[in-house]
């Protein structure tokens, strides 16, 4: 049995795939295995991946799908995986070499911790740095009852974390019914039950091939879906989570203001009204609940006035409060 599985799903990245995994086969912590889960893909991911499987058969498998998206994909991998831990990869990124060694190490080391994650920088398809370090972005990798944390940024990317199965399998995989923010929604359900211990060691690199929807790229209508996905899988958890604190519930419900603020940007740019009215109701809900009237106004100014953002951007960060709870892992259940 391997310490730990990786898992790639793949759709048509036939150019990018063998990269992928030729970054897993150099890993410097040997004891691996490597699921690739083919999408439905039309090129010639499987006769790409075949080749890696008959050089590594006790170490590379393929398994295809009918394309049902990223998220039933790297469940299909979840399930087919025997390794005391679990790690992804999208297939058109690159881990480098002790990414592995480095994500188990810290777990191995502490068992009060359910998963660790590492850091990530962006380049795009020329190899230019976009983004250096994913999580200076979001104010530096921080450890232990972590959710707070994860609510003000994404923090974690897929390819960045480690996770015991145990644990992985308790609190339950990628959401399929969510198309978009699937992995936002594991990591909070994690850092809900579970400490995460976070390493600022940049060992993954992300490949900005094509510019996504989430970027902001692609027409107003399916940005406009796509805030809708997320609006709807976030503030389900205002009411489910409401044994947590208030500061941190308010944590959550000042990001789903920030997601209905883009919402009414761009539902007043196209001119409905109608949508837009709800929206704005929605929003003065939440600024009254949750006393979100002065971070309200500070967004609205900083957007009309973006050289005095940092007007408001200090106000946003504060010390990230304890979270009680058990971890999953048997040995640090309380």
């Known amino acids: 049995m391997p310490k730990v599985s990786v898992v790639i799903p793949s759709h048509n990245r036939v150019r990018v795939v063998a990269d992928a995994l030729d970054s897993v086969l150099a890993?410097?912590?040997s004891d691996f295995e490597v699921i690739v889960v083919?999408?439905?893909s039309t090129d010639d991911t499987r006769a790409v991946v075949s080749r890696y499987v008959s050089r590594n058969p006790k170490r590379v498998v393929y398994l295809w799908q009918e394309n049902a998206g990223a998220p039933a994909a790297r469940n299909a991998g979840i399930r087919a995986a025997t390794g005391d831990y679990v790690a992804f990869l999208d297939s058109d990124d690159l881990y480098l070499s002790r990414r592995l060694q480095v994500g188990v190490r810290a777990l191995e080391a502490d068992g009060r911790f359910g998963a660790s994650y590492v850091d990530q920088r962006t380049v795009d398809l020329h190899g230019n740095v976009l983004l250096q370090s994913r999580v200076d972005r979001f104010g530096g990798a921080v450890s232990?009852?972590?959710?707070?944390?994860?609510?003000?940024?994404d923090l974690i990317q897929t390819n960045t974390i480690t996770i015991r199965r145990d644990v992985l399998d308790r609190v339950g995989g990628f959401d399929q019914q969510l198309w978009s923010g699937q992995d936002t929604d594991l990591w909070w359900r994690l850092a809900r039950r579970c400490r995460l211990v976070g390493i600022p060691e940049t060992l993954v690199v992300v490949r900005e091939l094509e510019r996504s929807l989430s970027r902001g790229a692609g027409r107003k209508s399916d940005r406009l879906n796509r805030l809708s996905i997320w609006i709807e899988g976030q503030a389900k958890y205002l009411q489910?989570?409401?044994d947590l604190s208030f500061s941190?519930?308010?944590l959550l419900a000042r990001r789903i203001w920030d997601l209905?603020?883009?919402?009414?940007?761009?539902l007043a740019e196209i001119g409905q009204t109608g949508e837009l009215a709800a929206v704005r109701t929605q929003m003065k809900q939440l600024e009254s609940t949750y006393g979100l009237r002065i971070h309200a106004l500070r967004r609205r100014f900083g957007r009309r006035h973006p050289a005095a953002r940092h007007l408001w951007r200090g106000a946003t960060s504060a010390?990230?409060?304890?979270?009680p709870g058990p971890c999953l892992h048997p040995s640090s259940r309380r």
């Not at 232990?144 to 940024?153: E, F, S």
């Not at 209905?260 to 761009?266: I, K, N």
């Not at 010390?319 to 979270?323: K, Y």
């Open 319 to 323: 010390i990230i409060p304890s979270l």
């Open 248 to 250: 941190v519930r308010r």
């Open 27 to 29: 890993q410097t912590h």
């Open 38 to 40: 083919d999408d439905g």
């Open 144 to 153: 232990g009852w972590i959710l707070p944390a994860l609510l003000r940024g």
């Open 260 to 266: 209905r603020y883009e919402q009414e940007c761009l």
């Open 240 to 242: 489910l989570w409401s």
